[in-house]
């Protein structure tokens, strides 16, 4: 292994403490390569934040399939930041598409996420809190929550843009990884800030794996190690007044994601409905890209203050 990664020259010239020193130094590159990927997920959330000083800017669209109505086409910006290792800070910005009705914008999200153990665990919870100011009319479903059914979504735009929701969103985020296998685990529970309303409970799980564990050691775009393939499956749990699984919809999603070695990543899904509530398809994808540095590079332009 080490007359492949080091050239004998090499070996020849440099004392032996120096060259085990290098592959080690090259076996943390490789791992941290691989745990940089990034996850297939769209709706589940595993405890991975981004790295600290880095932004990451994604662009989603989910099209959707409406009994009773028209499809649609929803889409959403995201700007996440990492401001510390154990805080990452996101803002959304979202709108959609309504086929034969109209394009309106519908709203944006404030989120932030805790991990709330400094150390890699065998189960590892991060805390989610999220705010959002949106109206009726959002259709990006990034979340299934309370009685969220298929039929809400029928209404026309200029209708549904009329009702503003102002609500509190938080997940606790369960997360494991072991032998490249990671599983995820959200329970999820939501507040409309209007005291009448109850409190919402919804879930979403996920599982998933690289195709392939080992790194190859050229830089290549379609090694089996850039693509990550899983599942994920998310719906409602009722509310406070009428909790359990009446009158709420379920959705099962394979996923897959291209990372390239460019920091570039690409996202699939196609979510299917379970019940007669759920849209029979929500087709999703996605597009990311990570800059490192960011927070650096705002240091040095407000005179190193931040």
């Given at each position: 292994?080490?007359?492949?990664?080091?050239?004998?020259?090499?070996?020849?010239?440099?004392?032996?403490?120096?060259?085990?020193?290098?592959?080690?130094?090259?076996?943390?590159?490789?791992?941290?390569?691989?745990?940089?990927?990034?996850?297939?997920?769209?709706?589940?959330?595993?405890?991975?934040?981004?790295?600290?000083?880095?932004?990451?800017?994604?662009?989603?669209?989910?099209?959707?399939?409406?009994?009773?109505?028209?499809?649609?086409?929803a889409f959403w910006t995201e700007f996440e930041y990492g401001a510390t290792a154990w805080w990452t800070a996101e803002v959304y910005v979202s709108g959609q598409t309504t086929f034969n009705d109209s394009t309106i914008f519908t709203g944006t999200r404030l989120e932030n996420r805790f991990r709330l153990l400094q150390r890699e665990h065998f189960v590892n919870p991060v805390l989610y809190i999220e705010f959002e100011n949106t109206n009726a009319a959002d259709k990006i479903l990034k979340e299934v929550e309370g009685h969220d059914v298929e039929s809400d979504y029928a209404v026309s735009n200029a209708v549904l843009r009329k009702e503003h929701d102002h609500e509190l969103e938080m997940k606790l985020l369960l997360s494991s990884t072991f032998k490249g296998w990671n599983v995820a685990v959200n329970p999820i529970v939501t507040k409309n800030l209007l005291p009448s309303e109850p409190w919402e409970f919804a879930y979403a799980v996920g599982a998933s794996r690289p195709l392939a564990l080992r790194a190859s050691p050229n830089r290549c775009n379609f090694c089996p190690e850039n693509f990550i393939a899983g599942v994920e499956m998310y719906g409602g749990l009722g509310d406070t007044q009428s909790p359990g699984l009446h009158d709420t919809s379920h959705y099962l999603a394979p996923v897959v994601a291209w990372n390239l070695p460019s920091d570039w990543t690409v996202r699939l899904s196609s979510g299917f409905g379970l019940n007669d509530n759920s849209h029979r398809l929500l087709l999703r994808w996605g597009l990311s890209r990570e800059f490192s540095g960011f927070g650096k590079v705002l240091s040095r332009l407000f005179g190193g203050r931040l």
């Amino acid at each position: 292994m080490a007359a492949r990664v080091v050239p004998e020259r090499l070996r020849e010239i440099l004392p032996r403490s120096v060259v085990s020193a290098l592959l080690v130094a090259l076996f943390l590159c490789r791992a941290s390569l691989l745990a940089a990927q990034e996850s297939p997920y769209i709706v589940t959330y595993d405890h991975y934040l981004e790295e600290p000083g880095s932004l990451e800017v994604e662009y989603f669209s989910t099209f959707g399939t409406q009994r009773g109505g028209n499809d649609f086409d929803a889409f959403w910006t995201e700007f996440e930041y990492g401001a510390t290792a154990w805080w990452t800070a996101e803002v959304y910005v979202s709108g959609q598409t309504t086929f034969n009705d109209s394009t309106i914008f519908t709203g944006t999200r404030l989120e932030n996420r805790f991990r709330l153990l400094q150390r890699e665990h065998f189960v590892n919870p991060v805390l989610y809190i999220e705010f959002e100011n949106t109206n009726a009319a959002d259709k990006i479903l990034k979340e299934v929550e309370g009685h969220d059914v298929e039929s809400d979504y029928a209404v026309s735009n200029a209708v549904l843009r009329k009702e503003h929701d102002h609500e509190l969103e938080m997940k606790l985020l369960l997360s494991s990884t072991f032998k490249g296998w990671n599983v995820a685990v959200n329970p999820i529970v939501t507040k409309n800030l209007l005291p009448s309303e109850p409190w919402e409970f919804a879930y979403a799980v996920g599982a998933s794996r690289p195709l392939a564990l080992r790194a190859s050691p050229n830089r290549c775009n379609f090694c089996p190690e850039n693509f990550i393939a899983g599942v994920e499956m998310y719906g409602g749990l009722g509310d406070t007044q009428s909790p359990g699984l009446h009158d709420t919809s379920h959705y099962l999603a394979p996923v897959v994601a291209w990372n390239l070695p460019s920091d570039w990543t690409v996202r699939l899904s196609s979510g299917f409905g379970l019940n007669d509530n759920s849209h029979r398809l929500l087709l999703r994808w996605g597009l990311s890209r990570e800059f490192s540095g960011f927070g650096k590079v705002l240091s040095r332009l407000f005179g190193g203050r931040l």
